[in-house]
């Protein structure tokens, strides 16, 4: 085996998912190819909704300001009845617990070409277009190397290389899940739906957030992605054609709710059809993620139908909990164990998206007659309880299951933190205002709001970071809130600023050392490797 054919990470897949992998990989100083077999991004929308967690993400990825450039906030979910008389509404506001707006609307090839140009700028990243991976092999007791078989565009020669893990981000087709004998979960959805992009500059009769109409013989979905571009989602018939004459008018009665089309047809130079195809919206969710060095991620390792605009959003979470494991394991020799946390975590969390998802599916689809009545009293009744909207939108992304690093006690003090992500509010640093992430960067970080213990400041050293004060940090007074409503004196954050461990209220030290220093332990020295301390002898 030649050193020029092996990577650290290969990752199969270069779309957002496998892209956004690479930067967070390089972020931690590791390197990684990717193979495409497209020669391009592709060049039609598809995803066109993300949340403020998402662009906390891309903001780690040093993109979120050029996002912002290319997006469009919007204000929130509506579900109509068939007359498009309101049941409920589902407010977003436009400063979400991560820094930015909880929902936003893009174009998807334009958000690709934001990822592609920041890749070409890091040298850790390496990206081969025109390059089919055909199989993913490994040894029989799941160590690296792993074996990725490749072809070149237009040739039939088989080509090898190898890597120490492997990032299947290749899609709902995904090789990468048959190569580790993953199946799918069936979680009982199952709907086909037109899916129709539009460029107009006419009066479109709408508000400025999504639209979801509740029926059971048309539901259909309405979003205002930019200044001109717009979508519409319909459950039609495979063999209903929306082109031709009488398609065309087809097209013309379907819209009418929103726009007013000339009757001649709705396609000419203000009324643009930009894109129009059939998709199968399942809900699917693989029974594993990972074998040995081999990850799935993405449409690999979950299907979600898109009505609450999540299945981009899942792919991309996978990315921000895998990559930074994956760093620790390779570059400073942590346990293998830590990878383990990687499906036990985001499994459960895409599993409740999923079921959000179908849960919103039945709302608009579910039901006729007095089914239909029912639904619309049942959901209505429901969101008129004070608080239901809010809590809905606010907690659409729930806290990871407890495990290893998430340290989850009974008693009540800091319960309520652990799993959940550190909010983002604006601090001061060099004179000026700037994203707590901006300040923490990439490595695991102390916040406390009372003076650090010696135990805490232990921690914080051995893992690479000072405590920070959140009084030095000079922010509006919402990480001290924070702390305080989670009856914590001291967070310890992981470097997805998820909550790994907490100091309850008035205790002095962390109390789950036990469970996350031996995964977090380096077991093989190398030049930046830090021991982490061990955990005291007495029970947690």
């Not at 809590?391 to 009540?412: F, N, Q």
């Not at 050392?513 to 930046?528: F, K, M, N, V």
Request: net charge neutral; with cysteine; proline share 7%.
């Amino acid at each position: 085996m030649s050193a020029e054919v092996r990577r650290p990470v290969v990752i199969i897949g270069a779309g957002p998912v496998g892209v956004t992998a690479a930067l967070l990989l390089a972020r931690h100083g590791v390197r990684s190819l990717l193979l495409e077999r497209h020669r391009d991004i592709y060049p039609l929308p598809r995803a066109v909704v993300a949340d403020d967690e998402i662009c906390r993400i891309l903001q780690s990825v040093g993109i979120h300001e050029e996002f912002a450039a290319v997006s469009r906030p919007a204000p929130g979910l509506r579900l109509l009845d068939p007359r498009r008389r309101l049941i409920t509404e589902f407010p977003r506001s436009l400063q979400g617990h991560h820094g930015f707006a909880q929902t936003n609307m893009f174009d998807q090839p334009e958000l690709e070409r934001l990822l592609r140009a920041a890749l070409a700028r890091r040298p850790e990243c390496e990206l081969w277009s025109g390059v089919e991976a055909v199989s993913v092999t490994q040894p029989a007791d799941g160590t690296a190397p792993v074996r990725v078989t490749f072809r070149r565009d237009g040739s039939d020669e088989e080509e090898h290389l190898w890597a120490d893990a492997v990032l299947g981000c290749d899609g709902a087709g995904s090789l990468t899940r048959e190569a580790i004998g993953a199946v799918w979960e069936d979680l009982h959805f199952e709907e086909s739906w037109r899916v129709i992009d539009v460029r107009t500059s006419r009066r479109v009769n709408s508000w400025e957030g999504a639209e979801q109409i509740c029926c059971a013989t048309r539901p259909a979905t309405y979003m205002r992605v930019g200044e001109d571009r717009y979508r519409w989602e319909f459950r039609l018939d495979d063999d209903e054609r929306l082109d031709g004459a009488e398609g065309r008018e087809r097209l013309r009665e379907l819209v009418a709710p929103w726009v007013d089309l000339p009757s001649d047809g709705p396609e000419g130079a203000d009324f643009e059809v930009i894109r129009q195809a059939q998709y199968t919206f399942r809900a699917r969710l693989a029974d594993r993620w990972r074998q040995g060095r081999v990850f799935l991620l993405g449409d690999a390792a979950h299907l979600t139908p898109p009505f609450v605009g999540q299945g981009l959003c899942a792919g991309l979470r996978d990315a921000y909990n895998l990559t930074w494991k994956l760093a620790r394991v390779l570059r400073q020799g942590a346990h293998d164990g830590l990878l383990d946390t990687y499906e036990h975590e985001r499994k459960p969390h895409a599993r409740h998206l999923i079921r959000v998802a179908v849960a919103v599916g039945w709302a608009m689809t579910g039901g006729q007659g007095r089914g239909a009545a029912f639904r619309r009293a049942v959901v209505g009744t429901a969101c008129r309880i004070p608080g239901v909207t809010a809590a809905v939108s606010r907690d659409l992304s729930p806290a990871l299951t407890a495990g290893p690093l998430v340290r989850r006690r009974p008693r009540p003090a800091g319960r309520a933190l652990a799993g959940t992500f550190c909010p983002q509010p604006w601090v001061r640093h060099d004179g000026g205002p700037v994203r707590l992430d901006d300040v923490l960067g990439n490595s695991f970080a102390v916040l406390t709001a009372v003076p650090p213990t010696a135990r805490m400041t232990a921690v914080a050293t051995a893992l690479g970071t000072p405590p920070i004060h959140v009084d030095d940090l000079g922010d509006d007074g919402t990480l001290a809130a924070w702390l305080a409503g989670g009856r914590s004196d001291a967070v310890l954050l992981r470097p997805d600023r998820v909550v790994m461990d907490t100091v309850p209220t008035g205790t002095g030290d962390f109390t789950g050392t036990a469970a996350w220093a031996p995964l977090l332990h380096t077991g093989r020295r190398t030049p930046d490797a830090r021991a982490v301390p061990p955990p005291r002898s007495s029970t947690p």
